[in-house]
């Protein structure tokens, strides 16, 4: 069964840190183009960063450059956004997805897998 299985959401307090997994079963994440969108209450859902699956490089949203970091590991065929120095303006429902296309697109539409969804409050 092809599917995007999400995991390590959770309350944060401004400053923390936290690390969400997206791990692929059914399909070789490698082969794929990662991406990392997120969907704030009352917002429309934002792409905030993506990772070439042809010469591995990333785009990152303004709004999360320099705290923000995507990963891969292929062996766990699983992979990870690091997001550190959190503000309460990060709170959202966070989504992995995979677009077959090589490079790195945040345009929701080229996306095929989504995973389910993990949120992330950021509060005191």
């Known amino acids: 069964q092809v599917q995007l299985v999400q995991s390590g959401g959770g309350l944060v307090q401004p400053g923390g840190s936290l690390r969400l997994s997206c791990s692929a079963s059914?399909?070789?994440?490698?082969?794929?183009?990662i991406g990392w969108f997120r969907q704030a209450p009352g917002k429309e859902r934002e792409g905030i960063s993506c990772?070439?699956?042809?010469?591995?490089?990333?785009y990152y949203a303004d709004s999360v450059r320099g705290r923000f970091t995507m990963s891969r590991d292929s062996a766990k065929n699983t992979a990870y956004l690091q997001m550190d120095s959190l503000k309460p303006e990060d709170t959202a429902v966070y989504y992995c997805a995979t677009d077959p296309q090589p490079g790195c697109t945040v345009g929701a539409e080229w996306y095929d897998y989504w995973g389910q969804g993990t949120q992330v409050p950021v509060s005191s």
């Open positions: 990772f070439a699956s042809n010469d591995g490089s990333t």
């Open positions: 059914g399909f070789p994440l490698n082969d794929y183009a």
